[in-house]
């Protein structure tokens, strides 16, 4: 009688165990959305690491020192913006994305390369950094107002003041080459005695 229990227990406890549906597969991460986490740290990644680059090959080939001065502070702004994504992901038990350009940033980029140096490379920069920047700003505030993570709502809240700062640096660099001087004035004919 108690071995005829124990397999009648056994039986239940593997139909209660086959009765039940499998787990329903996880569904795929959306890298294409910027209000939930991992589609804003892919993009707000791939964006600094695009200021990142474009700010460094400034600084190889522009002469210009407002473009050199901006790169900078583009460069360390940026690198800063990353460290602290990164912080506000891992608060919140998130892993981001390694650091890597998107398509749309990479495109950027080459566009900027191909601008060769000198004054071409200037004005290129200024256009491609002030449509980099409208975009970044768009991103970081529609975030802050309504992402999905807290810690990541705050910091992009945070990013949007230096995106804006950025965009304004950007908008008044002067990066046309100087008009040439006037011609010089003929001289008045000499008057003859």
Do not use: W
């Amino acid at each position: 009688m108690r071995k005829l229990a124990i397999m009648l227990g056994g039986a239940m406890v593997l139909a209660a165990c086959s009765s039940n549906p499998p787990p329903a597969p996880v569904p795929p991460v959306d890298l294409t959305n910027p209000l939930m986490a991992p589609g804003y740290m892919s993009m707000a990644g791939s964006s600094d690491q695009f200021e990142i680059q474009s700010g460094q090959l400034a600084l190889q080939v522009s002469q210009n020192p407002g473009v050199r001065n901006l790169a900078n502070m583009l460069i360390a702004d940026h690198m800063r913006s990353t460290q602290m994504v990164v912080a506000a992901a891992q608060s919140a038990g998130l892993t981001p994305p390694p650091p890597g350009l998107l398509p749309q940033h990479q495109a950027l980029l080459d566009q900027e390369r191909a601008a060769g140096s000198g004054p071409a490379f200037d004005m290129a920069f200024q256009q491609i950094q002030v449509q980099a920047h409208q975009q970044a700003l768009m991103l970081h505030q529609n975030y802050a107002a309504s992402g999905d993570v807290p810690a990541l709502r705050t910091v992009a809240g945070q990013i949007v003041p230096v995106v804006q700062m950025h965009l304004n640096a950007l908008q008044s660099l002067q990066t046309a080459p100087p008009p040439p001087p006037p011609p010089p004035m003929a001289a008045p004919p000499l008057g003859r005695s």
